[in-house]
């Protein structure tokens, strides 16, 4: 079964400084997605950023990277320059291209950014 | 471009009732999944709809059943509910082959007591 580990439940960071949130996932396929998804207390799940797993490069959207280990089956999410507006509940997700094209979410961390 | 649209924002139901919640695409998107998420954890795949058909479900009973209508909108249907359907439930919606970035919306939060 494929699954999707996020270990850090809560974490906080100091504005203007960098945090990084892990994932780790388990899969036999080689052909997947993987996703950082942000949850605001609005409810709406926003993409923040995609990794195809055929790319060797790391991902990057302005203030936000990730890394990704292919062979640990790890993929973490660096916020950079943290913002208030980046506190939210932020989940790791993966997506296989073998069949329904479903998402398995960790879950989640919740993220506070300290003034 | 609008978005993605659910509604009600916010429903209470009772043990035993039946609830219809609803999910309006993004404009040019034609599948449209359904998530359950429960208090303090991930989304949960429910199932997922292409051009009306079903296209993929997950570990839930039948009374959990969908629909898709010409025009994409979306339809789940909860019958026979328990307490533990309490939860956010949330549509996403998709051209299909897109390269799987999904818009989400905000939700509807049932109450079941």
């Known amino acids: 079964a494929q699954t999707v580990t996020q270990s850090q439940p809560e974490m906080s960071v100091q504005e203007a400084e960098t945090v990084t949130l892990s994932c780790t996932y388990d899969t036999s396929e080689n052909n997947y997605y993987l996703f950082w998804y942000k949850q605001p207390p609005s409810r709406q799940m926003i993409l923040v950023i995609r990794q195809e797993a055929y790319k060797q490069q790391n991902a990057t959207e302005n203030r936000f990277s990730v890394n990704f280990q292919k062979a640990a089956k790890s993929f973490s999410l660096k916020i950079s320059d943290s913002q208030l507006g980046d506190t939210a509940m932020y989940f790791c997700?993966?997506?296989?291209?073998?069949?329904?094209?479903?998402?398995?979410f960790g879950t989640g961390t919740r993220l506070k950014v300290l003034a | 471009e609008t978005g993605v649209t659910q509604s009600p924002t916010h429903l209470i139901k009772t043990r035993g009732q039946q609830v219809t919640l609803r999910c309006s695409s993004q404009?040019?998107?034609?599948?449209v999944s359904w998530y359950q998420q429960a208090l303090g954890q991930g989304p949960q795949f429910i199932f997922q709809?292409?051009?009306?058909?079903?296209?993929g479900r997950g570990n839930f009973p039948p009374r959990f059943s969908g629909l898709q209508f010409p025009n994409y909108s979306s339809e789940l249907n909860v019958n026979a509910l328990e307490l533990d359907d309490s939860a956010l439930y949330l549509c996403?919606?998709?051209?299909?082959?897109?390269?799987?970035?999904?818009?989400f919306g905000s939700g509807t939060r049932l109450t079941v007591v």
């Open positions: 404009s040019g998107h034609n599948t």
């Open positions: 709809y292409y051009r009306e058909e079903e296209n």
């Open positions: 996403a919606s998709s051209p299909h082959s897109e390269n799987y970035g999904y818009t």
């Open positions: 997700a993966f997506i296989d291209t073998s069949g329904t094209y479903k998402y398995i």
